[in-house]
């Protein structure tokens, strides 16, 4: 940012040409529509509170004064908005790439080494084209314009409702604290603020410009006579009344001074209650956790949907069509060509079964579904083509089904890996829930040499993992062993009632888990 142009009120005050500068007026105009503001809320709440106790005999009432509450949601937008009169920010185009249409580039140094374009003898001139408009810089992306910096509103610290509607909008707002705060700020500028403003503003601007126009009214209302400055004492005379005017340039400037302070002071509170500078990143970081905690919960479901309708309906297709294959063939002549094509068609619809039937266990396990965590991880152990010990050190509760089904697949995953890449002759699963966290190691006596770093499956185990507030910790030096460490939060399932989530970013999960 170029220095002759301050970012907000607190550099221009240090500028010696801050008198000179729009900067005062702003800070003038910025204090005066704050006083207008606040009294107008004001008379504005006091109508809305009389009418809503009013009516809180008939209980009409009753929700007029509720929604009091919300007045300063309109009021912290207008609020935000004329921060920008005080504050500065850069515009998108002031240091434009030059590569980009419309972008000016700045000159540049001439090549050393570059060879000068000779003109083309043959060629003939072009007419100028009698259309064509002068070349005018644009001064709003040129480096040194005064008003490259575009004001804008301050961010809103607001998320959005999860859905649609009066209600969701409702409940979002009043569980948020930016709206206590801007309810806040209302009263406050009803209250005191604006009281202050008007009062410093009579001060610092109104009275040094009535005794700047001395001289005019003495010549004028006081017929060259006497006039009185500021309903205080009595001017007789010219010699007076320019003294009266001098003194008044230098408290105007003084003024100018105060109200730059006290603008910059009513932005920071403003700011502060209104749109803290964290606010806006804190709500929408917290929108995003519960956004993958639903992306979590509706990926499950997903799942669980494809394992039903392969379960339910192309696996029980499949079985009709070998038994339909078997009774044809038994009617088939033994030894001719039928029997021998029904035969190959029997055998590769098994095969087909068979492999369905290893996919819809690997979508979701039913074992994982009706036994829990530790069933489903001896299952995968008895299925791995490397032998695996498996140990826990208590009998495991039930847990949230996001977290089984995300556990399972970190320990199917892991021993997947050490089949393929470790080259271990065994591998060994260990596990225990305590705390509220569950805990998971496998380990293998491989070659070792695993690095999530470097894009494999593991970067993906490790999301699905942090997406329930988990981490996945790797150790796997060159030349083995390897270990794999999942933790977990969560808190067991009760029997008969919905799952208990410990972390913030499961809470959202418990009703679809």
């Known amino acids: 940012m170029d220095p002759r142009y301050p970012r907000d009120v607190w550099q221009a005050l240090t500028r010696p040409r801050y008198l000179l500068s729009p900067w005062p007026w702003r800070a003038a105009a910025y204090l005066l529509t704050g006083a207008v503001l606040g009294a107008v809320l004001l008379v504005g709440l006091a109508a809305w509170v009389t009418v809503g106790g009013v009516l809180a005999i008939v209980l009409v009432g009753l929700p007029l004064l509720a929604a009091t509450v919300l007045v300063g949601l309109p009021v912290a937008a207008l609020e935000r908005r004329r921060l920008g009169w005080i504050e ?89 604290g930016a709206t206590w705060r801007e309810f806040g700020h209302a009263l406050l500028t009803a209250c005191l ?61 003084a003024g100018a001074y105060a109200l730059g302070l006290a603008a910059a002071a009513r932005a920071a509170l403003t700011r502060r209650l209104v749109a803290p500078p964290d606010g806006g990143t804190r709500a929408r970081v917290a929108e995003l956790t519960r956004s993958r ?58 095969a087909a079964l068979a492999e369905l039937r290893e996919l819809i266990h690997g979508i979701h396990p039913q074992v994982l579904a009706d036994y829990g965590l530790e069933a489903a991880v001896a299952d995968a152990a008895d299925r791995s083509p490397v032998p695996v010990d498996v140990g826990f050190v208590s009998p495991l509760p039930r847990l949230p089904q996001a977290v089984e089904a995300a556990a399972y697949f970190v320990v199917r995953e892991a021993l997947a890996n050490v089949a393929r890449h470790s080259g271990a002759g065994r591998a060994r699963v260990e596990g225990e829930y305590g705390d509220g966290r569950l805990v998971l190691e496998v380990s293998d006596d491989g070659r070792g040499g695993a690095d999530p770093g470097r894009g494999t499956g593991l970067t993906g185990l490790a999301d699905r993992v942090s997406v329930l507030d988990g981490r996945l910790s790797v150790t796997s030096p060159t030349g083995g062993p390897t270990l794999l460490r999942v933790e977990i939060p969560c808190e067991p399932t009760p029997k008969d009632g919905p799952c208990v989530w410990s972390s913030p970013r499961t809470a959202s999960s418990s009703a679809t888990a």
Not at 126 to 140: N, Q, S
Not at 203 to 210: D, E, F, G, K, R
């Open 88 to 176: 500065r920010k850069r515009a998108p185009g002031a240091h434009a790439d030059p590569s980009k249409p419309g972008a000016h580039a700045a000159p540049s140094k001439p090549d050393a080494h570059a060879r000068p374009l000779a003109p083309d003898a043959h060629a003939r001139p072009l007419p100028p084209d009698p259309h064509a408009r002068p070349f005018a810089p644009d001064r709003h992306l040129h480096p040194l314009a005064p008003d490259r910096h575009l004001r804008s509103p301050a961010p809103t610290p607001h998320i959005d409702p999860p859905a649609p509607g009066l209600r969701a909008w409702l409940s979002t707002r009043l569980r948020e």
């Open 293 to 350: 905690a639903r992306l979590v919960d509706a990926f499950e479901a997903e799942r669980r949907r494809i394992e039903r309708d392969l379960h339910d309906g192309a696996q029980q297709r499949l079985v009709a069509l070998t038994m339909s294959l078997g009774l044809a063939r038994l009617d088939a002549p033994p030894g001719g060509p039928l029997a021998e094509q029904l035969t190959r068609a029997c055998e590769e619809a098994g």
């Open 193 to 253: 603020l604006w009281p202050a403003e008007a009062l410093l503003l009579l001060v610092a601007l109104v009275s040094p410009l009535a005794m700047i126009a001395t001289p005019v009214l003495l010549a004028t209302a006081g017929g060259g006579r006497e006039v009185k400055v500021l309903k205080v004492w009595t001017v007789t005379g010219q010699p007076a009344a320019f003294a009266a005017a001098a003194l008044g340039v230098l408290l105007l400037a």
